[in-house]
DNA sequence: AATGTACTCAACCGCGTCATT
DNA sequence: TAATGACGCGGTTGAGTACAT
């Protein structure tokens, strides 16, 4: 038996709504509240409306602390680094993001930031490190994370999202007010997702989960000072000589 | 000015999840 | 435990608008 439907098509109201509509619904919210059940709202309020319609233009529209208007380059950034570590969980990440809805942020990416973003990670990147001998630890990476485990695969307390870390990549590099170039800096938090072993994969040796850190971000140090740009971009290094960086 | 095309975004649809019975 | 119903979410649509020819 299939769902029954939360209301009579035929029988509501479809299609854009009247300033009367967004007027009656407001008042009547305001007066009081969606009372848990928006399906017996529109009845209540006088609409003639579909309870999921009411709900939607109330939290997509009509609320008050709905912001209206373009996105900054900072909510771009945002949207960007969320959706390369979640993907499209839009209400997750519009949570981030006061004022703004997920049909908001969803439409936002899809008519603007999905093409810049595709065009930027289109290719997927080359391993970037070299293996060390015994390797204590492994990472592996794709286009917009990296993330590394302990010998037996187990995630390990470093993560370092290249993109939430980095800077928009229409501003590469991005200079801070002494203009300098800010280097990314990498997360102890491990709250992101784990990529399958066998991508894209770097080893190398190390003590502790902090020291990996440290290696990685000299890494990032070292190809832009070389370079001038950090190892995305298009030239990632085929390999990396951690040893230069650790003293050894 | 007329027409075609691309873009935007509000709204709809259907499904998964969760609470209730 | 299963059935039911409402909510919330992500994908998609299509009307309206802007821009190009």
């Keep these: 038996m299939g769902r029954a439907p939360c209301c009579d098509k035929a029988s509501v109201k479809r299609g854009p709504w009247s300033p009367q509509e967004d007027a009656t619904l407001t ?3 305001h007066k009081h509240g969606t009372g848990g059940n928006w399906i017996a709202l529109p009845h209540k309020a006088g609409l003639n409306r579909c309870g ?11 609320r008050p602390d709905i912001k209206h208007g373009g996105f900054t380059q900072e909510e771009d950034n945002v949207i960007c680094s969320l959706y390369s570590t979640i993907g ?35 290719k997927p990147p080359n391993p970037i490190v070299v293996v060390t001998d015994p390797p204590r630890y492994s990472a592996t ?20 999202n290249m993109f ?3 800077p928009p990549f229409d501003q590469i590099p991005m200079l801070n007010n002494n203009n300098n ?7 102890t938090s491990s709250s992101s997702i784990s990529l399958p072993i066998e ?3 770097l080893e190398f040796s190390g003590p502790s989960s902090d020291e990996a850190a440290d290696i990685l971000q000299s890494y990032f140090h070292g190809v832009y000072e070389n370079n001038n740009q950090y190892p ?5 290094m085929d390999g990396f000589d951690v040893s230069n960086y650790m003293g050894l």
Excluded at 103 to 112: A, Q, S
Excluded at 181 to 187: A, K, R
Excluded at 232 to 236: A, F, N, R, S
Aim: aromatic share 10%; proline share 3%.
């Design 141 to 160: 990476s794709t286009a917009n994370s990296l993330k590394l485990h302990d010998d037996h695969e187990h995630n390990i307390n470093t993560n370092f």
């Design 88 to 122: 499209s969980r839009w209400a997750v990440i519009a949570s981030q993001l006061p004022g703004r809805t997920d049909n908001d942020v969803k439409n936002h990416w899809n008519t603007k930031l999905k093409k810049k973003f595709n065009s930027s990670f289109s």
């Design 27 to 29: 008042a009547f919210i």
């Design 232 to 236: 995305y971009e298009d030239d990632v």
């Design 181 to 187: 170039p800010i280097i990314p800096e990498l997360s």
């Design 52 to 62: 999921k319609s009411c709900r939607l233009r109330w939290l997509n529209y009509l």
């Design 164 to 166: 939430s870390s980095h």
């Design 199 to 201: 991508q894209n994969h």
